[in-house]
């Protein structure tokens, strides 16, 4: 019985990290260098579920700050992030504000489909390699970027919903 509710436990939490993005000790660049999108400022909801809406402001000319709002209690997750240009391509590497030491999240950004509408997969947890700084994360980046299982199955769309 002790061996079934462990296996249950375990089964528990590969399922509970399973869809998390990969993450990271270095962003893909050591400081941001590409400019804010204003088109990316303003509430967002995700067109596949109400459950959360999130806003995006500017920190700087640079940086993000974006809260995740929980719709069901107002409750706020805060991160930051900033965009890195790899090869043509956008990527957002998002961190937690409130974690130490800061990992970030990498997502690939589609604006393709105009100011309203964004389109973001996060890059595959599924990497094994260990990157010592932000040259080399940006390199195998490059490498891989045109790939389809360098990124997470499930694409998230996000509708502009005010500014």
Not at 40 to 52: A, I, M, N, P, V
């Amino acid at each position: 019985m002790k061996k079934i509710k462990g296996l249950l436990a375990m089964c528990a939490v590969a399922i509970l990290f399973m869809g998390c993005p990969y993450s990271s000790e270095n962003a893909i660049d050591e400081k941001p260098v590409v400019k804010i999108m204003p088109s990316l400022l303003g509430k967002w909801e995700q067109r596949s579920s109400t459950d959360y809406s999130y806003v995006i402001t500017k920190t700087d000319e640079f940086n993000y700050h974006i809260e995740k709002i929980h719709v069901s209690d107002g409750k706020k997750d805060l991160y930051d992030g900033f965009l890195s240009d790899v090869g043509g391509e956008k990527f957002f590497n998002i961190w937690d504000e409130s974690a130490t030491p800061k990992v970030y999240y990498l997502y690939k950004v589609d604006m393709s489909g105009g100011d309203a509408l964004v389109k973001m997969v996060s890059v595959t947890q599924n990497i094994d390699e260990k990157f010592t700084s932000s040259a080399e994360l940006r390199k195998f980046i490059e490498k891989y970027k045109g790939l389809t299982f360098f990124y997470d199955k499930d694409e998230d769309s996000y509708i502009k919903t005010g500014k």
